[in-house]
């Protein structure tokens, strides 16, 4: 079963198209990761799905409702972590997840057994100081606690690890772990490291569009492509590397700065082969050789060419 | 000095008014060390000394976010 | 109905932790403490002013004169303080994106710009109130026996045409992202206030006389009943700034 389901949404900002015929959905209990550049348009879908923004055309589902700008019942199903979540800094976390709790209509004692076991969760337990004092991190643990009050059966979080140090980005990875099988969770994000650590299905967005989705293991598997990496002490040696018959007869070759390349064949084992023989005929040695993982940002790489 | 008497209901509790803006405005200015603009040797005399308008304006104005 | 009490709950929570309910407060007990005084020490101060050859026999101070000063502090220090301590009540939401997990959680938007209203004019009215107290207490002390007529109207003009403000403020704060926006709104709006006085024919609706005639309503000169049709537009003005800014919130892009 799918919570979310987008069909041919479309939103443009005057002449300026931001996404464009998009479609995907997320089946319930995954941790999706929504992949794209900085301004791909990963921010104006999360809004669209909140109906905090108008969609110029297409559907929204959740779960199995549409949504509808301005009257956003569907939000009763949705938690949501804004990118930099701002709260009123002269309230303490406890008092502020009690507001959101009487806003969403909780009975007063599961306001009250939710906030403690939140707080626990995320970290700020028996914190009485008041929100602006709070590190980004701290505002982006409460930011998840205030998003999972109601149990949303989807959580949305919009960059939620971007703007956080290693230690904190951990801690928000591990928070969004332990909510696995409780609740859906769609996780946007440029670093795609997160992704590969606690993400089962990815999308991966490039020009308003999602030109790959599916889980980790598909789309790793159909991707499998292996390749080469080779840095060359100067670009000289390179070129003239380069220049060789059989490189240039290979499938795909990429080169990332001025000495290095990237090479690409279905077949590894003649490709290192052909390559270790061309630089002992032109007498190169170069300072690394390195066979590549298919890792998902060399995928990502490979997508949004 | 007998002339005044009579005022002196009404010019105490201005006068209790005043010290309680200006003591409450200070203790702020001190804990609070971080300004949207100014500087604590700047805030501390202007809430002292400005009668009711300074303290307004370090409230209103001055005070940085908690 | 809950989430407007829950709302309005955190914007008084919002005013007191912010010290502008205390610094509002305060500057109107203030006032209501200075109007009877400035009144009474008026002539002596006048006096000091004056070259000794001159001889002038000043009346003495009268309840009035308490009175006097009464509306014209409100309107020109306590309005002013009031318009500034409100001025971002949306703007500074907007500024901050605080209103994204409040809308997102299901708080109904119009429910936003009630309770914005509710609380400033709750505080607005306790100050206001508090403030006419004090000075009609010392006034009563210091001038025994002496009374004024129509009182209660005159105040009462005055303190609708606060709440007039409040809510044109409101429009203000809502339209634009920046505190500043909603003061030169509002400023705009009193400004086309006075230059409506220069008709004779438009000043007769013209709610600015709501805070400048209640002399007149005081000492007899002018009756409650003549100031009917500004009352009637002062009333006007506030409900449809009430809902001009929920449809403007409603189409608001936080």
Not at chain 1, 28 to 48: A, D, E, L, V, Y
Not at chain 1, 123 to 151: C, P, V, Y
Not at chain 1, 186 to 214: A, Q, W
Not at chain 3, 201 to 224: E, M, R, T, V, W
Request: glycine share 6%; aromatic share 10%; net charge positive.
């Amino acid at each position: 079963m799918n919570i979310l389901t987008i069909e041919n949404l479309s939103k443009s900002f005057g002449d300026n198209l931001v996404i464009d015929q998009m479609s995907f959905s997320v089946p319930k209990g995954s941790i999706f990761g929504f992949i794209g550049k900085n301004g791909s348009g990963k921010t104006t879908t999360m809004k669209m799905i909140l109906g905090l923004l108008k969609p110029s055309r297409g559907t929204i589902e959740v779960c199995g409702e549409r949504v509808k700008y301005g009257q956003t019942d569907t939000n009763r199903f949705i938690g949501y972590l804004p990118d930099v979540p701002e709260f009123y800094n002269y309230m303490t976390a406890y008092e502020y997840l009690k507001l959101c709790g009487e806003i969403t209509g909780l009975s007063k004692k599961t306001i009250k057994d939710r906030s403690i076991e939140l707080l626990g969760l995320v970290g700020l337990d028996h914190n009485n100081k008041r929100i602006g004092t709070f590190s980004r991190g701290m505002k982006q643990r409460l930011g998840i606690a205030q998003a999972l009050l109601h149990e949303p059966k989807l959580l949305i979080c919009d960059e939620p690890t971007s703007a956080l140090d290693p230690i904190g980005r951990k801690e928000i990875l591990d928070i969004l772990a332990t909510v696995r099988g409780k609740t859906t969770v769609i996780f946007s994000t440029h670093i795609l490291s997160d992704v590969e650590r606690i993400c089962d299905h990815i999308g991966i967005l490039h020009h308003g569009k999602i030109i790959l989705s599916g889980t980790m293991q598909e789309i790793k598997k159909y991707y499998h492509q292996d390749s080469c990496l080779i840095e060359f002490s100067n670009s000289h040696d390179r070129d003239r590397f380069l220049q060789a018959t059989t490189i240039e007869n290979l499938e795909s070759r990429e080169t990332t700065d001025d000495v290095s390349v990237i090479l690409k064949s279905q077949a590894l084992k003649r490709m290192m082969q052909e390559i270790m023989s061309e630089m002992i005929r032109l007498d190169i040695v170069p300072v690394k050789l390195e066979i590549l993982d298919p890792t998902l940002e060399n995928l990502f790489l490979e997508v949004v060419k | 000095m007998d002339q005044y008497i009579e005022y002196l209901p009404v010019i105490i509790p201005l006068f209790i008014i005043q010290i309680i803006l200006s003591i409450t405005a200070v203790i702020h200015v001190i804990r609070h060390p971080n300004y949207r603009f100014g500087k604590k040797r700047v805030w501390i005399p202007v809430v002292l000394f400005i009668g009711f308008i300074g303290p307004f304006i370090y409230f209103i104005f001055g005070r940085g976010d908690d | 109905m809950r989430s407007y009490i829950v709302f309005t709950k955190k914007e008084l929570i919002e005013y007191g932790r912010t010290y502008k309910f205390f610094i509002l407060f305060t500057i109107f007990i203030a006032l209501g403490f200075m109007n009877p005084l400035t009144a009474k020490f008026m002539p002596k101060i006048l006096e000091s002013f004056m070259p000794e050859e001159i001889e002038i026999q000043l009346p003495p101070p009268s309840s009035l004169d308490s009175w006097a000063q009464f509306f014209k502090n409100v309107t020109q220090t306590g309005l002013f303080v009031a318009i500034i301590i409100f001025s971002g009540m949306m703007s500074r939401e907007y500024e901050k994106g605080t209103l994204v997990n409040m809308i997102t959680k299901g708080l109904p938007r119009q429910t936003v710009i009630l309770s914005k209203f509710t609380a400033s004019t709750l505080l607005w009215t306790l100050s206001y109130w508090t403030c006419f107290v004090i000075t009609h207490i010392y006034t009563m002390y210091f001038w025994k026996g002496e009374t004024v007529l129509e009182l209660a109207t005159s105040t009462l003009f005055l303190y609708l045409f606060g709440i007039m403000l409040i809510s044109v403020l409101l429009i203000g704060s809502t339209l634009f992202k920046n505190s500043y926006g909603g003061l030169l709104f509002t400023g705009g709006f009193i400004a086309i206030l006075f230059l409506l006085k220069l008709s004779h024919k438009i000043d007769n609706y013209n709610p600015l006389q709501l805070a400048n005639q209640n002399i007149n309503l005081l000492s007899g000169n002018l009756h409650p009943s003549e100031l009917k049709s500004p009352l009637f537009v002062c009333c006007t003005v506030i409900i449809l700034s009430i809902i001009s800014s929920i449809l403007i919130f409603d189409k608001k892009q936080i």
